[in-house]
């Protein structure tokens, strides 16, 4: 008597394998968003972090210095330092390293492009706080790349005085450091930002007043942000040509790179950091970038363009 050992293996049909096929693609098409969207969730707490890294210097640098913030930079013929011909800047990134010890915290990991500063040091931040063989800076004593933006009305450029912390009405609602838009002009990369209109006041702009401490500030209204800012994107935002950054240098804030374009992170006078969309920043009975301009050597009101 024989026996067939002979067995039948059955293989997927043509439309099994499509519907199979066609799942995958669908769970694909549902799955990678929430694995994009939980990968940007993480990077902005990281940027956050870093915020708040940030606040932190900047608080224990100005109780170092009898509650003074630093300057956004030395860098002008007015402030110039035995070491330092007004080339190079001697930047905030630097000047609060002794409190946060970490040059990685400039760089938020949401900014596809950090800005780079005007005169990079030859072997990166190795070289940051030396001197040549003259005794005079070579480069920028500052963080090499750089993804977050001074605010002039608290850190001011190198031709204003520096600010007190007890200058502020609240210091809880005074934004210090922002996040840097990443495509700028290149005359606009290095520079801060300010919530005036533009960044220095002029006498010809109508003045509100700031609820808290009474004083005044030309206000930077939401319409305005938006307005312009639909322009800069519909000429291409780092296009030579547009002179909108420096009218409107509130454009420079990146207050729309997390969250689907929602909102930014902020450092905050009093040690603290939050994120928050930019209508927050600039309503009128909370006004973040600060409620007047503070002391300087030129008279309020000169400068203006």
Known sequence: MRFSNTSRTKAFTLIELLVVIAIIAILAAILFPVFAQA??????????????????GLYMYAGDFDDTLCQTSWESAATTQPFNTGQFQIHWTYLIQPYIKNWNIFTCPSDPNPITTDSVCPNGISDVGKLNGSGQMYCDWA???????????ALPAHDWYPVNLG???????QILVGEHRNNLIAGDRHKGTSGFFPSQPCNAWTEVAYPPSG????????????????????????????SLFKTYDILR?????????????????DGHAKYQNVG????????????????APAAWGTGCN
């Open 143 to 153: 963080a090499q790349v750089n993804s977050y933006i001074p605010i002039y009305n």
């Open 215 to 242: 004083g005044q500030y030309s206000q930077f209204p939401l319409a305005v942000v938006n307005t312009e800012y639909a322009q800069v994107k519909a000429l291409g935002l780092g296009n030579p040509s547009k």
């Open 167 to 173: 200058s502020f009405s609240s210091p809880s609602n």
């Open 280 to 295: 927050a920043t600039l309503n009128p009975s909370a006004y973040e970038y600060g409620d007047k301009w503070y002391p």
């Open 253 to 269: 804030v990146a207050f729309d790179r997390h969250s689907g374009n929602q909102g930014a992170n902020y450092s905050f006078a």
């Open 39 to 56: 990968k940007e969730a993480a990077k902005k707490t990281a940027c956050l972090s870093n915020s708040k890294q940030i606040a932190l």
